[in-house]
């Protein structure tokens, strides 16, 4: 599996894909990237410093992911980014984390108060029914801004059953107005049961993606690899 990539379009920057204890929700129903974990902290850490030691820097803005929350990784891989950032001065570091841990947020921008921290929720949808009762994703709560209200950027997921043009942009357009930037991913096959729906992918392809392929605040991943970490 590739977990080191550049993203060159847009805002640009480094993504490392590292490996924690394992996503501790594990619930939405869409998902099986969450296998990508190990109980071996010590194995976990000599991956991750592996991963880390091919950043460079260039864009002193690196996105770090690991399948799960930020918070399920263990505390020498969290001190090694740091020292690895501080060294290449990276000053943009971006970690992603489930709602549940949204109390824990502003301890970690304490923990990383030399660094511009960006984070961001995999939020999936604003619709509440399509997010809670088909996709099980866990964020009880329905006011776009207190949802936002610890985070900073958001990951939507398009073309599955239930969405339609209309509610594809009105997520884009609540995104826009509630986070700094947003992140659209397109449903692909997986193990789970949730299937791309084609006809939902086509409507996207025809009337939102011409409107947004070029917006700075707006990155779109038709392949879940677009990124260049993963498999
Ligand atoms: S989408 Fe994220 S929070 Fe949900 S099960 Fe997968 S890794 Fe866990």
Redesign the pocket.
Known sequence: MERYGRIETKRKREIVLLRGRG??????A??D??LDCSSDEKQNYRLNADVLSRVTGEFSDLEVIN???VFELDSSTLFEIKRVCREKGIRTIHF?A?YMYKNRIRELRREFCDFELKMKL?LETFDYDIREDYLK??IPERNPAVIAKDFDEANFLFGIKGQSAQSMLRDIELGLDNFERICVNIMCENSTSIMPDKEVIAEFMQSVYPEYKDDFRVDILINNTDFGVGD
């Open positions: 996503c501790a929700y594990r619930k939405c869409f998902c990237y969450h399948s799960g929350s992603e489930h995999g994703k866990g």
